[in-house]
């Protein structure tokens, strides 16, 4: 019976096909993996290969083999059929009583155990695999590298990819493992949108991401937040905003300030367009069973099909894909010393280096360079010489700045993902607190400055406030 299998298999060139790609691959899969065994780690592309690549392969030849043999059958019954070839012959008898049966079938078990080894630890590491970072963020290299760059500079660079987009649980596993192929393939066939399109549909409920790692009710109270800017000028003055921020959460049984919206009895869900950037109609069910419907003055030009349940996302939109303004990051920089603010004028001519158009990021760090020491060895020449130093400085953090947020070949350019927590870069909070949605017994969600926090000073050279804070 052996040599009669192995004469089907060696007849047929399907067969033979199959059984040399399942041999080749399972000497290379197990040659990778005793490399890994031994501590060499070959990082994403050695993994995406030994894990998932070679498997395909070995199990597309085990697959080979029996197609290859049912193909070989019906050609020949088909010859047969025209009357050219002898029928094949019938299915052999397997009689447990012969000797040489039984081996046969022992070595078929034999084999089968092995393989089914191999295919089980291929898969369980593959999974490994796709669920690192390092696979997310950087297998398909160029189109996930804003989102790994940003993620990397976020207070979650420490956070894996998969545990704020698949979260535990199988049938988000599957889900994810099912979107990941089209993914792959789209991205093979180039069939992706540029920026990829946010907001993500189908992320999953932040109930199962954030709030594993957060408690949502948790007490915040209020937050002091201290922004420093600079202006245009040729001293680059220094500005100072201190907001001290509602957070609140819950405090025993009730919860007040914004962290109120994701309170456990507090449902606020909304209609939009797809963007959620223009906010519809917008329903309240409170703790007390209290329903309110607020309607706003104009409905969205293109709704999305379901109403979205409003949750940690809605604000926090950008907790770890962090893109900023080129303002924001200049007045980082100027803040924090990379750039000395002893150079004049040099909030104004950044502003204009960053935001000026280029074609490529290999070219923007040319002409950034350029646009900065062009302006100081023509205005302030003595300077240009003197503060060398501090012009070279100024020059590469500006290129490490714009590196960080812009992408000419994903289309993404500065603002192209705006944060919503607030409301000073985009309408944030003001999609649905714009006084314009109303209910019936006449309550607005409110505008009203001191609703999210007070402001305790707002662009002041040295503020009052900050002095009696830092008193001895
Ligand atoms: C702290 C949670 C968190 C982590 C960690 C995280 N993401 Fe995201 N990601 C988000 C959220 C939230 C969004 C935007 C959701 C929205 O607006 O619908 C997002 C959006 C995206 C998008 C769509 C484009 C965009 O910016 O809106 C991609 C692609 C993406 N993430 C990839 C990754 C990759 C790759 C990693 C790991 C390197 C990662 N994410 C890690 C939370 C996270
Ligand atoms: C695996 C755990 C984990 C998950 C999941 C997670 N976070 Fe976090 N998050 C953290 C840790 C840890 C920090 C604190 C980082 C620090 O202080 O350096 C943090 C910090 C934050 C902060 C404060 C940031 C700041 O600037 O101080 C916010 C806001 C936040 N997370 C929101 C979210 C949101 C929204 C989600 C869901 C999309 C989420 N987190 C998912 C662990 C997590
Ligand atoms: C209505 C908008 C909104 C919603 C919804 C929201 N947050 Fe926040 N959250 C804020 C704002 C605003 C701050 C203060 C931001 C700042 O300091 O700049 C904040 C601050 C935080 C912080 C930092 C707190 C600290 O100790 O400093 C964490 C962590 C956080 N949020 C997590 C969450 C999680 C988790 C959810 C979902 C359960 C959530 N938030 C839902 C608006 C929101
Ligand atoms: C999807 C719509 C929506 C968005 C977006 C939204 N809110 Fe609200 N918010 C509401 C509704 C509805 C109420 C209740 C209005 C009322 O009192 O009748 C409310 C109430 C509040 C309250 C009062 C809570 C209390 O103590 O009773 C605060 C504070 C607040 N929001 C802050 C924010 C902040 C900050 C943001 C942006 C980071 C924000 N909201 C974004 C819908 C929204
Ligand atoms: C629905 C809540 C809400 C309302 C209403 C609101 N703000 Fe704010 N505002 C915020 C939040 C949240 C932030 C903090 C954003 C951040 O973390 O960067 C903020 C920040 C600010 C800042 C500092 C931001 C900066 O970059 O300078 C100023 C100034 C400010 N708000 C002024 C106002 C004024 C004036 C009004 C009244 C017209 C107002 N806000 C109404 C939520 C609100």
């Known amino acids: 019976m052996m040599k009669n299998l192995f004469a089907k298999i060696s007849r047929n060139p399907v067969s033979l096909l199959g059984v040399v790609v399942t041999t080749v691959s399972a000497i290379i899969f197990l040659t990778l993996f005793a490399i890994e065994l031994v501590g060499f780690s070959g990082g994403p592309y050695v993994g995406i290969m030994a894990f998932l690549i070679v498997p395909a392969f070995f199990v597309g030849g085990l697959l080979l083999i029996p197609f290859g043999i049912w193909r070989a059958r019906r050609k020949a019954k088909q010859a047969a059929e025209r009357g050219e070839e002898a029928a094949p012959e019938a299915f052999p008898v397997i009689d447990l009583n012969v000797v040489k049966v039984r081996k046969t079938l022992l070595f078929f078990a034999a084999l089968s155990i092995v393989n089914v080894i191999i295919v089980s630890t291929a898969t ?7 669920g690192t970072t390092k696979f997310c963020g950087t297998a398909c290299h160029s189109v996930m590298a804003p989102e790994y760059t940003t993620y990397q500079r976020s207070p979650h660079a420490r956070v894996k990819c998969v545990e704020c987009h698949i979260g535990s649980g199988a049938s988000w596993f599957v889900k994810s ?23 993500v549909h189908n992320l999953r409920p932040a109930r199962d991401t954030c709030e594993q790692c957060h408690w949502p009710t948790k007490f915040v109270g209020d937050r002091l937040k201290v922004i420093t800017k600079f202006d245009e000028d040729e001293k680059n003055t220094e500005k100072k905003t201190a907001v001290l921020l509602h957070v609140g959460g819950s405090m025993g049984s009730t919860s007040r300030g914004i962290h109120w919206h994701v309170d456990r009895g507090v449902h606020v869900s909304y209609a939009s367009d797809e963007k959620r950037e223009t906010i519809g109609d917008v329903e309240l069910t409170l703790p007390d069973g209290t329903h309110r419907i607020y309607k706003a003055s104009t409905a969205p030009a293109k709704p999305a099909k379901a109403m979205r349940n409003m949750d940690c996302i809605d604000c926090h939109n950008r907790p770890s894909h962090i893109y900023r303004l080129p303002d924001e990051e200049i007045d980082a920089a100027l803040f924090d010393g990379r750039i000395d603010r002893s150079l004049p004028f040099i909030h104004r001519e950044a502003m204009k280096a960053l935001k000026a158009p280029y074609a490529t990021r290999e070219e923007a760090q040319e002409k950034i360079r350029l646009a900065i020491q062009g302006f100081y060895s023509a205005t302030y020449p003595d300077l240009a010489k003197t503060k060398s130093q501090a012009i ?22 500065w603002g192209a993902y705006p944060s919503y927590l607030g409301h000073t870069t985009a309408t944030g909070c003001f999609r649905c607190h714009d006084d314009e949605h109303k209910s019936a017994e006449g309550r607005k969600i409110s505008q009203d400055c001191s609703l999210c926090h007070s402001v305790l000073a707002q662009d002041e050279a040295d503020p009052k406030i900050l002095k009696d804070l830092l008193q001895p």
């Open 177 to 199: 493992k099912l979107s990941g192929s089209w993914q792959l393939v789209s991205v093979l066939f180039n069939l992706y949108e540029r920026p990829i399109p946010t907001p």
């Open 392 to 413: 070279e400085a100024a020059v590469k953090s500006l290129q490490g700045i714009y590196t960080s947020n812009v992408w000419p070949s994903m289309k993404i350019a």
């Open 124 to 130: 369980y590491k593959g999974v490994e695999v796709m």
